[in-house]
């Protein structure tokens, strides 16, 4: 069964710091990856995916991520936070033909703050 | 604005009572997805429609059921509702049951069970 560990619940950096959120993920088939944001009272936005093209993945809002297979992992960053990047952070994973299909399979967010 | 509705916005209800949920997916899209997000629970995945048919089950419980209309609306039906069932449920609709597409996400049912 496909599962997400996302290390940190909480995380605090300075504006203009380097932003990282961990991401790990567990699936016996290949998977799809991705990232999405929540701000307050708001659905799900994605910020980018990995559908097993280039590794390093390049998202909305100066967000990026690497895919590292031998690593199980999928963590996200951003070289200089903002204030408005303040928000929860999910990572998911998507295994066609896994025993969940093509749903999400999500992480238990990270929630982000950005002090300035 | 994902493109994706979602109706009603809030609901208030007491136990032991049945409430309906109503997704109607973006324009073109065939694949609806549910979803449960919870303080304890985190975002679970509830079930999966594409173009009419049950396609993957989560973490449904039985007292729930959805369906997907000719349409392409899908309803999510909640009944003997307990307490532990307060949560905001999200809807997302995708192109197709592949995956690779993006899926995107409505701005969520609060359900609020008293």
């Known amino acids: 069964a496909q599962s997400v560990t996302q290390l940190g619940s909480h995380v605090s950096v300075s504006e203009g710091a380097l932003v990282l959120l961990r991401c790990n993920y567990s699936?016996?088939?290949?998977?799809?990856l991705f990232w999405y944001v929540q701000y307050p009272n708001q659905g799900l936005q994605l910020l980018l995916k990995?559908?097993?093209?280039?590794?390093l993945v390049k998202g909305i809002n100066g967000f990026e991520a690497e895919f590292k297979k031998s690593e199980t992992s999928f963590h996200l960053t951003k070289p200089s936070a903002h204030m408005s990047d303040a928000a929860e952070y999910f990572c998911a994973v998507s295994s066609p033909g896994g025993q969940a299909g093509t749903a999400l399979i999500f992480g238990k967010g990270t929630t982000l703050s950005v002090s300035s | 604005d994902s493109g994706v509705t979602q109706t009603p916005k809030h609901l208030i209800t007491a136990t032991g009572q049945r409430v309906t949920l109503r997704c109607s997916p973006r324009s073109g899209d065939l694949s609806v997805y549910w979803y449960q997000q919870s303080l304890d629970q985190g975002l679970q995945f509830l079930i999966h429609y594409y173009n009419g048919e049950e396609r993957a089950k989560g973490n449904i419980l039985e007292r729930f059921s959805a369906q997907q209309f000719p349409d392409l609306h899908s309803e999510l039906n909640l009944s003997s509702l307990e307490l532990g069932d307060s949560a905001l449920y999200f809807c997302?609709?995708?192109?197709?049951?592949?995956?690779?597409?993006?899926?995107?996400f409505g701005p969520g049912t609060r359900l609020t069970v008293l």
């Open positions: 990995y559908t097993s093209a280039a590794t």
């Open positions: 997302a609709s995708s192109f197709d049951r592949s995956g690779y597409n993006e899926q995107f």
């Open positions: 699936s016996s088939v290949p998977p799809y």
